[in-house]
């Protein structure tokens, strides 16, 4: 068994380019970084960033109407205030429903949250999670992220249900949806910017 080693290592050594020896080596500490669980988050959540792409505006004639019902869906932020949705109507509003645990909504984090920084003053973001407000904030100091974060207190109108995260809806300030993405996107992309300002300077 040893010689049937010794005589593999010696063929890749001599054949195998200088290229073909460095993407060898870098594919096995992949593999291996993959069973560590502490770093098979942050490699997955690499990979969907790398691959996500701008989200598509939803045809004017499929837009859904956010109907008066929802205007009492309850929420409280993680600095302990109450809200009602209605709190936030005149202004577009990204709603975001995410994870600490989940690699596609920790890979779209650092995007939301250089969009927060662009139009913080003009848009309403909550992002919307079940975990304990602890679980949270040691999330966010860790990750140097400052985003509004919020908590559910009441039922989740039908119309922002969803069984998957992440689950983004915007809102535009006329109470339609504009956009309604499920899984991870390029938030932070032309596209989504010239919508935001769209609504903003309507």
């Not at 005589?7 to 890749?12: D, H, S």
């Not at 985003?147 to 995260?165: A, D």
Request: hydrophobic residues 45%; aromatic residues 12%.
């Amino acid at each position: 068994m040893i010689e049937y080693f010794r005589k593999k290592w010696i063929a890749w050594k001599t054949r195998k380019s200088i290229t073909g020896k460095i993407s060898d080596v870098v594919f096995v500490m992949f593999l291996i970084a993959m069973l560590i669980p502490a770093s098979r988050r942050e490699i997955s959540a690499f990979m969907i960033r790398i691959i996500s792409v701008a989200p598509e505006k939803v045809k004017a004639n499929e837009q859904k109407f956010v109907t008066a019902d929802a205007s009492k869906w309850q929420l409280i932020s993680l600095e302990g205030e109450a809200f009602q949705f209605s709190d936030f109507a005149g202004k577009p509003i990204f709603i975001n429903f995410w994870a600490t645990w989940c690699p596609p909504c920790v890979a779209e984090l650092p995007e939301i949250m250089d969009l927060y920084l662009a139009y913080r003053d003009d848009v309403v973001f909550l992002l919307i999670t079940d975990e304990s407000p602890e679980t949270v904030r040691a999330f966010m100091k860790q990750k140097n992220y400052d985003l509004p974060v919020y908590f559910i207190q009441s039922s989740t109108p039908e119309i922002f249900g969803t069984s998957t995260i992440p689950a983004t809806f915007v809102v535009s300030p006329d109470n339609k949806i504009v956009i309604e993405k499920r899984g991870a996107a390029k938030w932070n992309s032309k596209p989504m910017h010239k919508l935001l300002d769209e609504m903003v300077h309507k």
